[in-house]
């Protein structure tokens, strides 16, 4: 075949198997699979399409030589050596998107903790620009940093409910992630307030916050980011009035494409809130009663 572009190739393959899919294409899968084992030629372009997208962890442990049990866990029964560790990297730097759902949680936690030894220079998925931590349990929350690398651009959390070890793992992001473009982490709650904000200290190049309050510190640090266009805050209950008056320059207000607070309904702002520092924002009716 004369000038082969293998980017062609993907383009043209993702016609097939759209990898940023909304609901699972077992055929297009099994297409896509069956243009793997083709050629050579195609061989990559294809595993690249198959593997943009995870909705859990299953697929690596089971290209890995693991296998499930009798619970239908994913789980390796022996020990991973090199050659074992090899094969996947080989697969994991393909992965673009990971979702670790409530849903798709059908590894043993021995996954996460084998997972955590990767000896291999660098991070797991290396190639990761899309994380979306969706799982509640307190076992898998420590590993968060695992999946979290130096291109990871879009990080989502929610868990249900907060706890020491989900607080640690959060604080300690970002040296992991350090070019974190977007983080949304909505209701998460009073409890894991200074968990979020010291996390957020750490990012230098956000675009995208969506968070609950943070302390002011990590207020001042997001409204001082000349990267920022979209701002979303909630508050579960009233915020102090320091924390409504952080005050966005009003010299660089206008780089926001989007600036939302969602309040209670029972709120009483300060009366030294201009409507003028709020020109951009999103007014929520009947929850920011008397802002503009």
């Given at each position: 075949m004369h000038c082969w572009?293998?980017?062609?190739?993907?383009?043209?393959?993702?016609?097939?198997?759209?990898?940023?899919?909304?609901?699972?294409?077992?055929?297009?899968r099994l297409t896509m699979a069956g243009l793997a084992r083709t050629c050579r030629t195609f061989k990559d372009p294809a595993l690249d399409v198959l593997w943009?997208?995870?909705?859990?962890?299953?697929?690596?442990v089971l290209c890995s030589g693991g296998s499930r049990d009798r619970w239908d866990q994913s789980i390796w029964d022996h020990p991973l050596y090199d050659a074992d560790w090899r094969?996947?990297?080989?697969?994991?730097?393909?992965?673009?998107?990971?979702t670790i759902s409530p849903y798709s949680e059908t590894w043993h936690i021995s996954t996460m903790r084998i997972l955590n030894c990767f000896p291999l220079p660098g991070p797991l998925l290396p190639n990761l620009t899309k994380l979306s931590w969706l799982s509640n349990n307190e076992e898998y929350f420590p590993f968060l940093h695992c999946f979290c690398g130096p291109n990871l651009k879009t990080l989502k959390i929610s868990p249900v409910w907060w706890d020491v070890s989900k607080c640690v793992a959060v604080a300690s992001l970002a040296p992991s992630c350090p070019s974190l473009e977007e983080f949304?982490?909505?209701?998460?709650?009073?409890?894991?307030i200074?968990?979020?904000?010291?996390?957020?200290?750490?990012?230098?190049?956000?675009?995208?916050?969506?968070?609950?309050?943070?302390?002011?510190?990590?207020?001042?640090?997001?409204?001082?980011?000349?990267?920022?266009?979209?701002?979303?805050?909630?508050?579960?209950?009233?915020?102090?009035?320091?924390?409504?008056?952080?005050?966005?320059?009003?010299?660089?207000?206008?780089?926001?494409?989007?600036?939302?607070?969602?309040?209670?309904?029972?709120?009483?702002?300060?009366?030294?809130?201009?409507?003028?520092?709020?020109?951009?924002?999103?007014?929520?009716?009947?929850?920011?009663?008397?802002?503009?």
């Open positions: 572009i293998p980017e062609v190739a993907r383009v043209i393959f993702e016609y097939v198997y759209d990898p940023i899919r909304e609901e699972e294409d077992i055929e297009g943009a997208q995870l909705d859990s962890l299953d697929a690596l094969i996947l990297a080989r697969y994991a730097k393909r992965v673009r998107t990971l949304l982490c909505p209701d998460a709650g009073e409890f894991s200074h968990a979020i904000s010291e996390a957020i200290l750490g990012w230098n190049k956000l675009r995208m916050l969506q968070v609950d309050p943070m302390d002011e510190q990590a207020l001042a640090h997001a409204a001082s980011l000349q990267t920022l266009q979209e701002l979303h805050l909630s508050a579960s209950s009233d915020p102090g009035s320091s924390m409504l008056e952080f005050s966005i320059p009003q010299t660089s207000i206008s780089q926001f494409n989007a600036w939302k607070f969602t309040a209670p309904s029972t709120m009483t702002p300060s009366p030294n809130i201009s409507s003028r520092t709020y020109k951009h924002a999103w007014y929520i009716p009947g929850n920011l009663h008397g802002l503009c």
